[in-house]
C-alpha cells in the first residue's frame, strides 16, 4: 500500500510560480515512475509530467518550458515547479505513482488532488 500526500497547491497571480510536492509512503519500494495529473472542470483529466526513476520525463505539450517536473528518489517524493502560470492552468493536480514489482505486476496509486487557482 502506497499513500500520496500532495502540498504547495493554493491561489496565485498570472505569471507566479508554484511547486508542488508529493511524498510516497507505505510500500515504497520500485516505484519506477512518478508524475502529475490535472483535471479542469468539464474537462478530461490529464497528464502533466511524468518521470521515471532514471530520470526521463515526459510532458504535456501544453506545458512544456513551462513547468519542469524532478524527483528525489531518496525521499519518494516528486516535485512539479510550474512557472508563468496563467489561468488555463487552474485545475486539481493529482500526483500519480507507479510501481512495478518483481512478478511484473502494475499498480497505480494516486493522491487526493491539490487545488490550483490562477487569477488573471
Known amino acids: 500500500q502506497v499513500q500520496l500526500v500532495e502540498s504547495g497547491g493554493g491561489l496565485v497571480q498570472a505569471g507566479g510560480s508554484l511547486r508542488l510536492s508529493c511524498a510516497a509512503s507505505g510500500t515504497i519500494f520500485r516505484l519506477n515512475a512518478m508524475g502529475w495529473y490535472r483535471q479542469a472542470p468539464g474537462k478530461q483529466r490529464e497528464l502533466v509530467a511524468a518521470i521515471t526513476s532514471g530520470g526521463s520525463t515526459n510532458y504535456a505539450d501544453s506545458v512544456k518550458g513551462q513547468f519542469t517536473i524532478f524527483r528525489d528518489n531518496a525521499k519518494n517524493t516528486v516535485y512539479l515547479q510550474m512557472n508563468s502560470l496563467k489561468p488555463e492552468d487552474t485545475a486539481v493536480y493529482y500526483c500519480?505513482?507507479?510501481?512495478?514489482?518483481?512478478?511484473?505486476?502494475?499498480?497505480?496509486?494516486w493522491g487526493q488532488g491539490t487545488q490550483v487557482t490562477v487569477s488573471s
Open positions: 500519480n505513482a507507479q510501481q512495478d514489482l518483481a512478478d511484473n505486476t502494475r499498480y497505480h496509486y
